[in-house]
């Protein structure tokens, strides 16, 4: 039986990754992935038409979380880390969000981290929820825009579209899973999630 390898997920506050520690000790520990889930950085409620979440959340509150946002929990709404590049979704029925100007510093930040991370010899992977990243629905918790059927063409093409343009921006990516809210995993009916709620005409 191979050995396993021990793979350090990591959710919003991404400024976890701003800590020269962190590294340092997932070094120290014999870590050598990361895996980033929700590619997201964190704005002010004030600047969007978001009430926000609290971050962070409750299963991450751990020291080095709370860090990251000042060392006490926040109210804050995800938004998109990086500006689209317009021309990957030509033609294609959902478009992605805009980022917000309030966060293209912190973007800039992020890239630069996960660079250097990966010249170190970490592999970073993304798991990143496609479905947050239809327009207007990413961080306001509204489903509206985000109710699409599993086997929509459209949402294939958006995919691949949105992989291109991630990697595009974080091109020391490893690797990425599209998997998570929206991609329709679930049997429990009423679940955000049902497998059989949504049917293609």
């Not at 020291?63 to 979704?89: C, H, I, K, M």
């Not at 250097?116 to 010899?121: D, H, I, L, M, V």
Request: net charge negative; hydrophobic share 35%; with cysteine.
């Amino acid at each position: 039986m191979p050995p396993v390898t021990p793979v350090m997920l990591v959710r919003p506050p991404l400024g976890i990754l701003y800590d020269d520690g962190f590294w340092d000790e997932m070094a120290a520990a014999g870590i050598s992935e990361v895996t980033i889930q929700w590619l997201a950085l964190l704005d002010d409620p004030a600047n969007n038409d978001s009430g926000g979440s609290t971050y962070p959340q409750p299963e991450d509150t751990h020291p080095r979380g709370l860090a990251a946002v000042g060392g006490e929990s926040v109210t804050r709404t995800p938004v998109a880390a990086f500006s689209p590049d317009r021309s990957l979704y030509e033609g294609l029925a959902y478009q992605p969000p805009e980022m917000p100007d309030s966060v293209a510093d912190e973007s800039e930040r992020l890239k630069g981290v996960i660079a250097r991370a990966s010249e170190r010899g970490f592999r970073i992977n993304l798991v990143d929820d496609k479905g947050y990243f239809l327009l207007g629905t990413f961080g306001t918790g509204r489903q509206e825009s985000a109710a699409f059927c599993l086997n929509d063409p459209e949402l294939a093409g958006y995919a691949v579209a949105r992989t291109r343009d991630t990697v595009g921006n974080f091109p020391s990516l490893a690797g990425m899973i599209l998997d998570g809210p929206d991609f329709k995993w679930e049997i429990k009916p009423g679940h955000r999630d049902d497998l059989f709620a949504e049917e293609c005409g």
